[in-house]
């Protein structure tokens, strides 16, 4: 099995586990989330390592080990990507699992369990035809400024959606143009996305246009922006206007 098609297999297998806990009707609120991630990451850890016992392993619901930081290649997961989505029986969450190779994001699937849907990094689809009115994916409940002055420029369209796996995949399949993301986030939460759109033609970067990089000894990201390359240039452009 290519390490692609293990990203996937793991990524279905994991939706498939996180739907089964919730559609129990057990358990609901935060001990939902909480659950959920529970099952999901011990599957995913446990898999990977034995599947792949000489790489290195980073996961939201691990505990770190500096043994990663010496290693080429390292996984990078995130069991559920938007808990309170997923608590909330919404569609808008994600399981990640990437892989980072010399610190790039090579390798990677994202699940969409509620959609029912796995995007990869070996099976790339042509990207669906723009709109004319570019659309912005922001947080639900606190969308960033930045990309509010962002879309006040370019006269984009806001469209509220939840996990980072979700914002970054509606760009891979044409229901928005541009996510743009200031807050701060972790590796895991866009490690497996950026591969998925760098395979798909997207542009992936920091917020300067520097690459992202990965399995840093301090996890956290700052910013990035997924977009289609042909708005990349022009929002780069504005937020290096901005002062954040």
Not at 174 to 182: M, N, S
Request: proline content about 6%; charged content about 25%; overall charge negative.
């Amino acid at each position: 099995m290519t390490d692609a098609e293990l990203a996937a297999h793991l990524a279905h297998i994991a939706g498939r586990l996180l739907l089964e806990v919730r559609d129990s009707g057990l358990i609901t609120g935060k001990e939902l989330g909480d659950a959920g991630d529970k099952t999901a990451n011990q599957f995913l850890v446990a898999a990977l390592r034995q599947q792949r016992p000489d790489d290195g392993l980073l996961s939201e619901e691990e505990k770190d080990s500096p043994e990663r930081l010496n290693k080429s290649r390292v996984w990078i997961v995130d069991p559920v990507d938007g808990t309170r989505e997923y608590g909330e029986a919404r569609s808008d969450w994600a399981v990640h699992v990437g892989l980072a190779i010399d610190g790039k994001p090579e390798i990677g699937a994202v699940g969409l369990p509620g959609l029912g849907v796995i995007l990869r990094t070996d099976t790339p689809a042509a990207l669906p035809e723009a709109a004319a009115k570019p659309r912005m994916v922001v947080s639900r409940t606190r969308p960033a400024k930045e990309a509010v002055a962002v879309a006040e420029q370019i006269g984009a369209e806001l469209v509220p959606m939840g996990s980072a796996g979700a914002k970054a995949m509606s760009i891979v399949r044409g229901e928005a143009e541009i996510y743009l993301h200031t807050g701060g986030q972790y590796e895991w939460d866009s490690c497996a996305p950026a591969a998925v759109a760098v395979a798909h033609g997207l542009h992936v970067s920091r917020v300067d246009g520097s690459p992202l990089i990965y399995n840093q000894q301090d996890v956290y990201m700052p910013d990035l922006l997924i977009c289609r390359p042909e708005w990349a240039d022009r929002v780069l452009q504005i937020v290096g206007q901005l002062d954040y």
